[in-house]
């Protein structure tokens, strides 16, 4: 159990059985009353966003959560499968159960998994992936704009602003956190 002093931003906590991870908190002491702890929470499920108040000293359970590290086999129709790096076992996760870290799978690339009570609720990806470029506009001599950008379709099917630079066959660094373009890898 966790009680309000260990609250941190990315503390995970289970609220009426369904993992959440701390957003953003604040102690507040006010000068009358009692002090109180203001958090704002994100449900690792639905990915809801929830602002809740806790008294001081309330304690709150720990999720039962866990992590595998699984190989990104490959997709097919709406489902994505996973292979057990240990075990060998597979899983198919959805669309909707991978959210945004669909946009960064590339097939072999190995990824966490996190489950909540044995089912699988989300996947990580690395902080930062390659992705090659397989569509774009090429770049118009003298259109040297300072922070010019043009839209280019990566391998995965997701559209970043690249600089005019950038070809198709190109290889990219993507930072999957905000999904944007960092650098030109070759």
Do not use: C, W
């Not at 198919?92 to 945004?100: I, K, N, S, V």
């Not at 690339?109 to 930062?128: R, S, Y």
């Not at 922070?147 to 005019?164: H, I, R």
């Amino acid at each position: 159990m966790y009680s309000t002093p260990d609250f941190r931003k990315g503390l995970k906590i289970e609220i009426n059985g369904e993992p959440f991870v701390i957003v953003d908190f604040l102690h507040v002491k006010p000068g009358k009353g009692g002090a109180f702890v203001r958090t704002t929470l994100k449900s690792m499920i639905s990915g809801n966003v929830l602002d809740r108040t806790f008294r001081s000293g309330e304690k709150v359970d720990k999720p039962d959560l866990e992590e595998k590290q699984m190989q990104y086999l490959y997709q097919s129709d709406e489902e994505f499968h996973f292979m057990d790096n240990e075990t060998y076992d597979q899983l198919f996760l959805t669309e909707e159960q991978l959210g945004d870290a669909r946009n960064y799978l590339q097939e072999n690339v190995t990824v966490t998994v996190l489950f909540h009570n044995g089912k699988p609720i989300g996947v990580e990806v690395p902080i930062f992936v390659e992705l090659t470029v397989a569509e774009t506009e090429p770049g118009v001599k003298g259109d040297t704009a300072a922070g010019a950008t043009k839209p280019a379709t990566l391998e995965t099917g997701m559209t970043v602003q690249v600089p005019l630079f950038v070809n198709e066959g190109d290889v990219l660094k993507i930072d999957t956190r905000t999904g944007k373009y960092m650098e030109r890898v070759r």
